[in-house]
């Protein structure tokens, strides 16, 4: 099968439950045999994303449709700069040494950092730092909504939780933002959890 038909919707799945077990099964296809988070997450923002503009009865590409679908992630995952610009401002180094970064994403330009330290910032912060899923029917009612996209008017973001030694270690979030209010339930929540767990445990960190 072509890659990109791993964002194809059979007609048959109805409800949202059915539609986040295909994508689910579908990402975990993608992703066999790679283990580099930049490959996987880069493919699983796309298939996410193309998925639901692929399920109508939900989403789709009109009024309900997903408007953005990415990762935010710490720094450190990223790779150091070997050659910087000796003018550069030091104060954003220090932005991007204690903050979360932009990583693989589909739809329009979003921010490029989320504030996590000493405060959090927005929708991704809040779920970074209670490292559990935040779901925001409003997004003009959330506290300290970033507005990367004045269309948005609802929001998801997961956190991407690594159990290592016996500790919790988040290192990103998965974020999705929706045109219309509401735009996602508790069956989006338990479906983008069970991604989220994918994810973590088929990438090297």
């Known amino acids: ?82 050659f910087t610009d000796a003018s550069m401002d030091p104060q954003s180094q220090t932005r991007a040494s204690t903050n979360m970064l932009l990583g693989p994403f589909s739809g329009r330009p979003a921010c490029q950092w989320i504030e996590v330290s000493p405060r959090p910032r927005g929708v991704c912060g809040d779920a970074f730092v209670k490292r559990s899923t935040v779901l925001v029917p409003d997004v003009l009612t959330y506290p300290g909504h970033i507005a990367c996209d004045g269309d948005t ?24 933002d929706c045109l219309a209010i509401g735009g996602f339930d508790a069956d989006d929540q338990v479906g983008l959890e069970r991604i989220a767990a994918l994810i973590i445990r088929s990438c090297d960190w």
């Open 1 to 82: 099968m072509p890659h990109a038909d791993a964002s194809l919707v059979p007609d048959s799945i109805k409800t949202k439950s059915e539609f986040w077990t295909h994508v689910h099964d579908q990402l975990e296809i993608l992703m066999g045999g790679q283990r580099h988070w930049v490959s996987n997450l880069s493919n699983a923002a796309s298939l996410i994303y193309n998925s639901l503009q692929a399920f109508p009865s939900h989403f789709g590409d009109g009024e309900r449709s997903v408007n953005w679908c990415g990762f935010y992630l710490i720094s450190s995952l990223f790779p150091q700069p070997r």
């Open 153 to 176: 008017k609802s929001e998801i973001v997961c956190p991407l939780v690594l159990r290592k030694g016996g500790e919790d270690i988040v290192v990103g979030v998965l974020d999705l």
